[in-house]
């Protein structure tokens, strides 16, 4: 089966995260040593970006294409997953603390990392179980999601740090988790059906 152009466009997203992976690194660590480029934060920073823009846009693509497949269902918010777990992870790193404020918190990448394993296993189990799992995408993860790649983008900027960046944080852990547990209802629905 040929790749469709939504497809396409879901993998350069992929290919585009270990290059924002390595911006913000190798800013980071030239930052410790007194000697971090701006412009790497910069291109890092356009790089999530354009990530998050190429979302909408293959998923405009998809639906007027009518070219939604099984590749599609699973590249698509394995992306959106893995560019930001990176960024949270690579934000909230004891050594990122001084190249990046405001600093993401760590109970707060703590939330998230923790939503996407409880997420994964409970897939995995409904799979091994029933032979297949269906994920419906819900409202609330869908704005969690925006607010995690806001707290991102705050910090990759630069933004102040204080009262306003607190309430983003706080606001993206609630529809973290309130996400989380609507996906365990539907989990725990979809195995009661196998009785």
């Known amino acids: 089966m040929p790749l469709t152009l939504a497809n396409r466009i879901t993998i350069l997203r992929i290919l585009a995260i270990p290059f924002f992976i390595l911006l913000l690194l190798y800013y980071s660590s030239g930052f410790a040593r007194s000697q971090g480029v701006a412009a790497l934060r910069w291109c890092a920073t356009g790089i999530f970006l354009g990530i998050f823009l190429l ?26 997953k893995a560019v930001l777990l990176s960024a949270l992870i690579l934000l909230s790193l004891p050594r990122s603390a001084a190249a990046f404020q405001p600093h993401l918190p760590v109970w707060f990448v703590l939330v998230a990392i923790s939503r996407d394993g409880i997420l994964v296993t409970g897939a995995a189990i409904i799979q091994s179980i029933m ?10 993860g869908k704005i969690a999601t925006f607010f995690q790649g806001t707290v991102v983008v705050w910090s990759l900027i630069g933004l102040p740090a204080g009262s306003p960046f607190f309430w983003l944080v706080c606001s993206a852990a609630f529809f973290t988790l309130v996400s989380a547990v609507q996906y365990i209802f539907d989990g725990i629905r979809q195995l009661e059906k196998a009785k």
């Open 55 to 80: 979302d909408a846009v293959d998923g405009y693509v998809a639906r007027v294409r009518r070219e939604i497949t099984s590749l599609g269902t699973i590249l698509d918010p394995l992306a959106d």
């Open 131 to 140: 032979g297949g799992v269906t994920v419906r995408p819900r409202i609330t």
